[in-house]
C-alpha cells in the first residue's frame, strides 16, 4: 500500500494498533525519514496513548500509557550489535506491553519468532508500506487488519 502523507502513514499505524495485543513485537524498517516514528504515533494512538509519541532515538526506550503499556524502542544510535545485547533489549519484552522498535532489522534475531514486520519505502513523493507477519504472527488478526486498511488483500503476507 502507498501513503502519500503522515496522515496517511499514522492511519495505517492506527489500523495496525487497533489489532495489538499485550506481547506484540511490531518491527519498523526503513530509512531516515521514511515515516517510522509517524506510523508509531498512530499506533500508539489507537492503543489509547494521550502524550505526544517522539522518536526515541537520544534515550533509546520510551515507555507510555494506553489501554496497556505500549513501549517505543530506537536502536538506530547503536553501533554494535554487542551493545544490544548490553543494554538488554530482550529483556524488555514486557507480556503486558506492545513493542514497537524502529530499526528493527537489526535486532531481529533477538525478538521472538513472532512478530510483525512494517516496512517503508520512500518511493517518489510517496511512502510504500509493506506489513510483513512472520509465520504464524497474527494470523487470526490478519483479515481484520486487511478490512480496517480498506484494501483487502493488499498487504504483503510475505517479505
Known amino acids: 500500500m502507498f501513503s502519500a502523507g503522515p496522515e496517511e502513514t499514522m492511519a495505517v499505524g492506527e489500523a495496525v494498533g487497533s489489532l495489538a495485543l499485550p506481547g ?15 506510523f508509531v504515533r498512530g499506533a500508539a494512538r ?4 494521550k502524550e505526544k509519541v517522539s522518536s526515541p ?8 500509557r494506553g489501554s496497556f503499556p505500549v513501549l ?14 548490553d543494554l538488554g533489549l530482550e529483556d524488555i519484552l514486557d507480556p503486558q506491553a506492545v513493542v514497537f522498535v524502529e530499526w528493527g532489522e537489526v535486532v531481529e534475531p533477538l525478538f ?3 512478530h510483525l514486520k512494517v516496512v517503508l ?12 507477519p512472520s509465520a504464524g504472527a497474527w494470523a487470526g488478526r490478519w483479515e481484520a487488519l486487511a478490512a480496517r486498511l480498506g484494501r483487502e488483500g493488499k498487504c504483503s503476507s510475505s517479505g
Open 112 to 114: 521472538p519468532e513472532v
Open 24 to 38: 506484540d513485537v511490531v518491527l519498523v524498517q526503513g530509512e531516515l525519514g521514511a515515516g517510522k516514528t509517524t
Open 46 to 49: 489507537a492503543l489509547g496513548v
Open 121 to 132: 519505502e520512500v518511493e517518489g513523493g510517496y511512502r510504500r508500506i509493506r506489513i510483513v
Open 72 to 85: 517505543h524502542v530506537d536502536v538506530y544510535r547503536l553501533e554494535r550489535f554487542q551493545e544490544v545485547i
Open 57 to 64: 532515538s537520544f534515550v533509546l526506550v520510551r515507555q507510555y
